[in-house]
């Protein structure tokens, strides 16, 4: 299973990918529960928006940019949810989403992507990655990934699985010093 630091490279600069093109209010609905699965669950609700397979494919996208480790993936976080929430409301994504997904079923020759290896998904995604982070996002397929790409670190960072199991942000506290960063950068 792909390291966390693995599924960063894959995310890339989160701040160059976050556009916000929704209202934020959108990002607090994140906070009522009302796009978060509960830990272990691998079903996905219902999509409001896309198609089951549509919807199937955004998802397995998304966790592929965000895999779980030893905290929740993009799928327990509610992420799929919040990108079905947030396309259904924006007809420019809605393009961008139809375009992107009628070009990625083709790339898969009659097969479905979900039913792809994920070696054969991250074949297919990591060279749209790249693109996409040269600015290189002209086709329908970098288009999609950058669009899921962004959506999916929206959603997943601003969820309680993002931010609280995560990052360890836990609210409402006061620090009297900052502690030192420890980590790898």
Known sequence: MAERRDALKIIGSISATCAFPFAADELYA???????????????????????????????????????????????????????????????QQKVMTAGLAWLKKQTKGKPFVALTEKQQLAILEPLCARCDAGEAKGAGERLFKAVKALTADGYWTSKAGMGETLGFKGNAILGEYPECLHEH
């Open 30 to 92: 994140q906070h009522e529960g009302t796009h978060t699965m509960p830990a272990g669950q691998a079903a996905l609700p219902e999509p409001k928006y896309f198609s089951k397979e549509d919807f199937a494919i955004v998802a397995t996208i998304a966790e592929r940019i965000i895999p779980a480790t030893d905290t929740p993936g993009a799928t327990a976080a509610g992420v799929p949810a919040y990108i079905d929430f947030v396309v259904g409301r924006n007809p420019g």
